[in-house]
């Protein structure tokens, strides 16, 4: 950098950075693509041009990042680009509208988030003053977190140099987007809320104490921002006699409708919607009223519902067998009914209106690396977090788009070593949360920190196999799937091994599944989990968890009165290097959100953008299957259905499901609910002269479910 007579640029904000001249040419090449304009090195020698200039026009001097730009224009319409030089000035035009809408927000952005990110921020992360104004920027809220949870390692011994160390690599780590805690560490890490996991089971005996308990513990959990899962299976039967009064039994759904109410009272803190799991066996005598409460959208709004299906059950649906209803307090059978019955009505309710989802029980406690200290009834809102009794987990997610490098011919591939590096501190980081956490529950802080269970997982997987050229619904992404999900978990079981060396393994060690397998260290009972990633992939700007983008273009609900057309990144630099892209198109797209019958656009192009109604239920169903294979807790995955699905489509999927050894399965067929967070415009005007012409969605929302209980972990 000595060479040239310039050191420093001045930024908008008035901060000085480094003069680097590659950024010129980088901008210039851009420029070049957006009009598919070859140039064959000449963006290259047009920076030098721009370079020389300012070198002249401003020696020894600080130039602004507009004197720059406004020179590139000059030099582009001087060397005859005139179509490049516009494309230019459309995309300072662009950069412009986006600051301003940035500046309304009045949030720093110190790291060049995108108005999503930022806006979501503020809404629900930032941390504000008693009067309700914003206290800190999305950099200073990095640096909370990150001082709060490495703090934990004084605990341990380590000096305050290895303390500081560690923050700064946590820092860096969420900074760079590379990794993202669940939403209640980032928003109560460093504060007196001290609620840091998204993940809790609260039990519900079968006594009124004990239900008021359990309400009590569940408000105070989602007052801090965790969601909670419930079984209700161990509840009586409604009309059940109650010794005590003489009375009659209410029945589990009754008090599950109390929880439902409470989570309407406490909404989560005031920062997000509240989020239940209600969980009932498939042989509890009150199935079937689970299994149509949702029937009426006006019942258990704030809940999921899922049935607990035991390998016995499916083997009487198989068998077209009678199966047995039994009354938890005694254990005596109720009743009898068709299996093969009751498992259409789990299926055409499920098609009808998304509820009940299935949790294949004995799965779950087959691959519970904890069995020796009981069952596993339940799991946290969106399943794919099952826990003892009281048990609570911090979840937190690698962002697969971070760690994509340039190969062998240009070609992307993963960058496994980076990868592995990041993933040891993401399990020290989820590790040290479990210590830095308070616990409202004593039971959860006995339990979860006798288990030191956490759920490293990954959001990006679309955006990764576009990356790659991967179609979703292929082969070749199930194995990446299974490659990359075995690294990860081999890796987290290394970093958890070491860690248990170090600060002592979990105390329900002796008797766990890692006892038996020899090992003679392992810090956490569990390590990976594969959670939705609602509004943290929002943050790090990338689809959610390993679920397909539901739009490739789509119109976003941002600010009051603001709506912007968002394209996904990706495509849309493949549209402009392939020579298709031109903002009619990309507004086309959003009629849809699918590119699937657009002939304009090259075949092989089509192939790898597939969305999720262009993916059949199967292939949903064998992903979810492949991040399974290799994950210690379970996997979320919503398997979305068109509009025109029939009730057997559901049906072979849950088949697929059970047969595959997944821990549960959610699905939703696209209109089964009155409201839903996701309309596709194309669709929704057959029906609703009214409705939108494009796919529309609100802020928060990541862009991968429809359903209104879409979470955001």
């Known amino acids: 950098m000595a060479r040239y007579k310039i050191t420093y640029v001045r930024k908008r904000d008035g901060s000085l950075e480094k003069f680097m001249p590659e950024k010129i040419a980088r901008a210039i090449e851009k420029a070049f693509i957006a009009t598919q304009t070859k140039n064959g090195g000449v963006a290259k020698r047009l920076a030098k041009i721009v370079i020389a200039r300012l070198q002249k026009d401003f020696a020894n001097k600080i130039p602004s990042v507009e004197n720059i730009q406004d020179i590139v224009e000059q030099v582009l319409i001087e060397k005859n680009y005139s179509n490049v030089a516009k494309a230019y000035i459309l995309y300072r035009q662009k950069r412009a509208e986006l600051r301003a809408a940035k500046a309304v927000l009045e949030v720093k952005d110190e790291l060049n988030l995108s108005l999503n990110a930022l806006t979501v921020l503020r809404k629900r992360y930032l941390l504000r003053n008693e009067q309700g104004e914003i206290i800190e920027s999305p950099s200073q809220l990095f640096r909370r977190v990150a001082a709060a949870i490495a703090k934990v390692d004084k605990n341990y011994g380590f000096s305050e140099q290895e303390v500081k160390k560690l923050e700064e690599e946590f820092y860096s780590m969420m900074t760079n987007l590379e990794f993202l805690p669940n939403s209640p560490t980032l928003m109560n890490a460093g504060t007196p809320v001290g609620i840091l996991s998204a993940c809790f089971v609260i039990p519900v005996p079968d006594d009124l104490s004990g239900i008021m308990d359990a309400l009590k513990a569940a408000a105070l959990i989602q007052k801090g921002g965790g969601g909670t899962g419930f079984s209700f299976s161990r509840l009586r039967p409604k009309g059940d006699i109650v010794k005590s009064t003489k009375g009659v039994a209410s029945g589990p759904l009754s008090f599950a ?24 066996r498939v042989d509890h005598p009150d199935v079937i009223d689970f299994i149509t409460a949702k029937s009426d959208p006006n019942v258990l709004r704030n809940f999921n519902i899922s049935i607990g299906i035991t390998d016995e059950f499916m083997r009487a649906v198989a068998q077209n067998k009678e199966f047995p209803l039994s009354n938890p307090r005694d254990g005596k059978i109720v009743k009898t009914v068709n299996a093969k019955d009751l498992w259409s009505l789990i299926v055409s309710y499920a098609w009808k209106t998304g509820d009940p989802g299935v949790l294949f029980l004995d799965e779950i406690n087959r691959k519970n690396p904890t069995a020796h ?17 009281y048990e609570s987990c911090n979840l937190g997610s690698l962002n697969l788009t971070k760690f994509v490098k340039e190969g062998k011919n240009s070609k992307k591939e993963l960058d496994w070593e980076k990868l592995k590096k990041t993933i040891y501190l993401a399990v020290r980081f989820l590790d040290n949360v479990i210590d830095a956490q308070s616990y409202v529950v004593p039971e959860t802080e006995a339990i979860t920190k006798a288990n030191r269970r956490i759920g490293l997982g990954i959001m990006g997987w679309a955006d990764l196999l576009y990356m790659l050229g991967i179609p979703y619904n292929s082969n070749k992404a199930l194995n990446l799937a299974e490659k990359l999900m075995s690294f990860i978990s081999n890796t987290a079981h290394q970093a958890s091994s070491e860690l248990g060396r170090i600060k002592g393994n979990f105390p329900n060690f002796k008797g766990s599944l890692w006892d038996k397998l020899g090992y003679s260290y392992m810090r956490n009972a569990a390590c990976t989990t594969i959670a939705p990633t609602g509004t943290i992939s929002i943050i790090a700007g990338c689809s959610s968890g390993i679920e397909p983008v539901f739009a490739l273009s789509f119109v976003r609900n941002v600010l009051e009165g603001t709506r912007l057309l968002e394209v996904n990144p990706i495509f849309e630099k493949v549209a402009k290097e392939r020579g298709f892209y031109t903002p009619q198109l990309m507004s086309r797209i959003a009629k849809s959100g699918s590119i699937k019958g657009i002939k304009e656009i090259p075949a092989d192009v089509r192939k790898v953008f597939v969305t999720a109604l262009d993916i059949s239920p199967e292939w949903h169903v064998r992903m979810q299957a492949a991040f399974q294979k290799y994950t210690d ?81």
Not at 262 to 275: C, E, F, H, S, Y
């Open 633 to 713: 807790n379970a996997v979320s995955k919503t398997i979305n259905f068109p509009a025109e699905a029939n009730v057997e489509d559901v049906r072979k999927a849950f088949e697929l499901a059970y047969k595959l050894k997944c821990k549960g399965l959610t699905i939703y067929r696209y209109g089964s609910k009155p409201e839903q967070v996701l309309y596709i415009g194309e669709f929704e005007k057959k029906t609703k002269p009214e409705a939108e012409p494009f796919v529309v969605a609100p802020l928060e929302t990541a862009g991968w479910c429809a359903s209104p209980l879409c979470p955001s972990p």
């Open 257 to 280: 409708t109390l929880f439902d109410k409470v989570t309407d009272v406490i909404k989560a803190g005031g920062k997000r919607r509240g989020a239940n799991m209600g969980v009932i």
């Open 373 to 389: 200290i009981g069952q596993i009834e339940a799991t946290n809102p969106c399943g794919e977090q099952p826990l003892h009794p």
